[in-house]
């Protein structure tokens, strides 16, 4: 059913015809009959030129019509296969004509659409009043008209299509009738559909926000806004949308930072992340901001937006700083805490130990208690003295049988005041005994003054011992409170009493008997309670025999004599007094020996020790001093001779080892004469300082010039 072509070239051949026959007519109608032969030929000539005009018409309108005929083919193409449906109407709206685009919109052939009512394709009955109101519309009103309405097809499917429409009149009779196109918009309808759906989505989620958030347009026009940004800066939509952002409530969004965003940031980057602007709102105050802003190209607007959401950090920035002060306040009172309570910590460890070593001292004094308590009970004196003979007497070190006579003799006298004199050779401890008498006696918180009278000058051996007033004697310019007075209450040791020149011997008697004396260049006699401990290395006898010593002097100081035994007689304390020393010295020079080899202690153990403990002490200290490693090496080589009583082994260089001797045995004092020679002679004759013989001998210098004295040892 598309438009039949012969309908309209026909009337064009037909109107030309007779167009030709009235002119001819016309012409003819003036001709005059009969005419001349040169009027007929005229006539006839004209007439052939008429015919060849007309056969050229004929021939054009020939052309125009084949013409007429390809456009018209043209135009029935384009009408058929064009991609819009074309539908001619009556006015009642059936079909009179349909192109090809229009029967595929309906999935129908174009003949069973002939004279079909359009509204048989209408979905629903809203549709149909929508389509006849359309017609009316059509006819009654100039122009095109459009309606939109749902069309089912032939196999079910509903389409969406826009119908435009302009009523013409056709036909001889000008019939009117209504010419109309129909474009499925099922695809823009969804299209539009999903838009409208997307954008009530964003606009939902833009809603739903928590945070302000506000649209720009490029020209920094608010777009729009959501409920939580009117809310924030207080401000109603209509105050906002259209708005310059700084013109926006107040002007409260025209301050430098923002500008700084706005003006600088954002034209030259797309996204901007946590831009804090802080700043007093004239409405909300003081707030911090954290800014995230982002542009987008909108295609509907056919430009970019900008889209601002606001963080508000005001309260987590106090929170943190507050936060922040609180956990500096805890760290310093978690310091101190820590601080006290390392403190009780420590103290309680000190208590603790403190508690541990009281617990065991009393499980000690205990045990001492439990013992002293058996002891008594078996009321055995003999056996207590064995039991304290164990115990090293304060210093004195040994635990040989010869030492525990004298821990005996010391414990016996020490709590009388009695005067005790102190016999032996040089360096066996008479100074260490005299110290243990005094720390057992009853004086023992009062001072123990020694007197060395070696190393005393003679001349001022009295006043240094009985004290002098000023001016008694020349260049004493100040009184001096001599040793006696001092030792007041306390007890007095006289070492090496066998050097106190004769005429000071009597003084001292004096004090002995009567505790009575006086200073030197005063009348005032002193009195004085003072114990004496007295120590010699010389035979007081042959001195007294040589009038070198009083001998009523001897009587009154030999009340209590306390020999002390020489150390070659007890080589059992060696390794004792080698552990004492070695210990006291690691602990002086900072040393670590732990161990002495038994060939040490047999090496040590079979010298004569002529210097005693002294020597024995120096020995060690120069050992400790030379050692290498923890293990002590004595490098001195010891002289060795024959002592009474005793074989010595010796080596050409002086050691322990090599031939026994069977030679004269010699005495003591000679021995030790000798001995002193021998080492002066080594040391060639230098008495005192590092390489002195006082050291190798284990001496004072003093003392040693005292013993060459005494021996009559001069330099040859
Ligand atoms: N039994 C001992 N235990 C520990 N050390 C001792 C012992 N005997 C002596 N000593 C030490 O030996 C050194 C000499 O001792 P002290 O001065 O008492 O001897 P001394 O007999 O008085 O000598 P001197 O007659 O030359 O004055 C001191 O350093 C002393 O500590």
Redesign the pocket.
């Known amino acids: 059913m598309g438009i039949d072509k012969k309908k309209v070239l026909p009337v064009v051949v037909d109107e030309l015809r007779l167009l030709a026959e009235e002119q001819l007519a016309e012409r003819t109608s003036s001709v005059e009959f009969p005419l001349g032969e040169d009027e007929a030929r005229r006539l006839v000539h004209e007439l052939e030129v008429t015919q060849v005009e007309l056969e050229m018409q004929n021939d054009e309108l020939r052309h125009a019509q084949v013409e007429l005929e390809r456009s018209r083919d043209k135009y029935l193409e384009l009408y058929d296969f064009a991609p819009i449906g074309y539908f001619t109407f009556d006015e009642r709206g059936l079909i009179r004509e349909v192109n090809l685009a229009g029967s595929h919109l309906l999935g129908i052939e174009r003949g069973p659409l002939a004279r079909a009512p359009m509204s048989r394709f209408i979905v629903d009955a809203e549709g149909r009043t929508v389509f006849s109101r359309h017609l009316k519309n059509v006819l009654q009103k100039e122009g095109m008209q459009e309606c939109e309405v749902k069309l089912t097809r032939s196999n079910g499917s509903v389409i969406h299509t826009r119908i435009q429409s302009i009523a013409v009149a056709s036909g001889e009779n000008r019939n009117r009738e209504i010419l109309s196109s129909i474009l499925d918009v099922s695809v823009a309808k969804q299209l539009e559909l999903a838009n409208r759906e997307a954008r009530e989505f964003a606009e939902n989620i833009v809603e739903t926000l928590r945070e302000p958030l506000v649209v720009l347009e490029a020209g920094l026009k608010i777009l729009t806004a959501n409920h939580c940004f009117y809310e924030m800066f207080q401000v109603t939509p209509e105050e906002t949308v259209g708005k310059f952002i700084y013109d926006l409530g107040n002007r409260q969004w025209d301050n430098p930072r923002l500008r700084v965003l706005f003006e600088e940031i954002l034209p030259r980057h797309t996204v901007i992340n946590d831009y804090e602007v802080e700043h007093d709102f004239p409405h909300i105050g003081h707030r911090i901001f954290l800014l995230n802003a982002r542009q987008i190209f909108r295609g509907d607007i056919g430009s970019d937006v900008i889209l601002l959401a606001m963080e508000d950090i005001t309260e987590r920035r106090q929170l943190g700083n507050d936060l922040q002060k609180a956990h500096k306040e805890l760290e310093s009172v978690v310091l101190e805490r820590t601080a006290e309570l390392t403190r009780a910590n420590k103290q309680l460890t000190e208590e603790i130990a403190d508690r541990k070593k009281a617990e065991m001292s009393l499980q000690e004094a205990y045990g001492e208690i439990k013992l002293l308590k058996d002891r008594l009970q078996e009321e055995n004196i003999y056996l207590r003295q064995e039991v304290d003979k164990k115990y090293?007497f304060g210093?004195?070190?040994?635990q040989s049988q010869a030492?525990s006579i004298i821990f005996s003799q010391v414990q016996q006298v020490a709590p009388m005041n009695a005067t005790v004199l102190?016999l032996?050779?040089?360096?066996?401890?008479?100074?260490?005994?005299?110290r243990a008498i005094h720390r057992s006696s009853t004086r023992k918180d009062r001072s123990l003054i020694t007197v060395?009278c070696t190393t005393l000058p003679a001349t001022l051996v009295e006043s240094e011992l009985f004290g002098r007033e000023k001016g008694a004697f020349t260049g004493s310019d100040a009184r001096q409170i001599g040793r006696f007075e001092l030792a007041n209450g306390g007890t007095i040791f006289l070492?090496?009493i066998g050097e106190m020149p004769l005429e000071l011997q009597s003084k001292l008697l004096r004090v002995i008997q009567d505790g009575e004396f006086e200073r030197l260049g005063s009348p005032r006699t002193i009195k004085t309670d003072v114990r004496i401990i007295a120590?010699?290395?010389r035979n007081l006898k042959e001195e007294i025999r040589n009038g070198k010593f009083r001998e009523d002097l001897y009587y009154r100081l030999n009340v209590f004599p306390i020999t002390?035994p020489p150390l070659r007689q007890r080589k059992e304390?060696i390794p004792l007094?080698v552990d004492?020393?070695v210990t006291k010295f690691n602990a002086k020079i900072g040393k670590k020996i732990e161990t002495v080899s038994s060939n040490t202690l047999t090496l040590l153990q079979k010298y004569h020790w002529p210097g005693?403990?002294?020597e024995?002490?120096s020995v060690i200290e120069r050992a400790v001093i030379t050692s290498q490693g923890n293990s002590l090496q004595v490098l001195d080589r010891f002289e060795v001779f024959p002592v009474a009583g005793e074989q010595t082994d010796r080596t050409e260089e002086g050691g322990l080892e090599g031939r026994r001797s069977g030679q004269d045995v010699k005495g003591l004092v000679e021995v030790e004469r000798d001995h002193i020679v021998r080492v002066l002679q080594k040391t060639g004759w230098r008495i005192e300082g590092k390489n002195g013989a006082a050291l190798i001998l284990?001496?004072?210098a003093s003392?040693l010039r005292a013993r060459m004295r005494k021996f009559g040892i001069v330099r040859k």
Do not use: S
């Open positions: 090293n210093e004195i070190i040994g030492l102190l032996g050779e040089t360096g066996t401890g008479k100074g260490v005994v005299a060395n070492d090496e120590a010699t290395n002390l304390d007094l004492h020393f005693n403990v002294r024995l002490e284990g001496l004072n003392t």
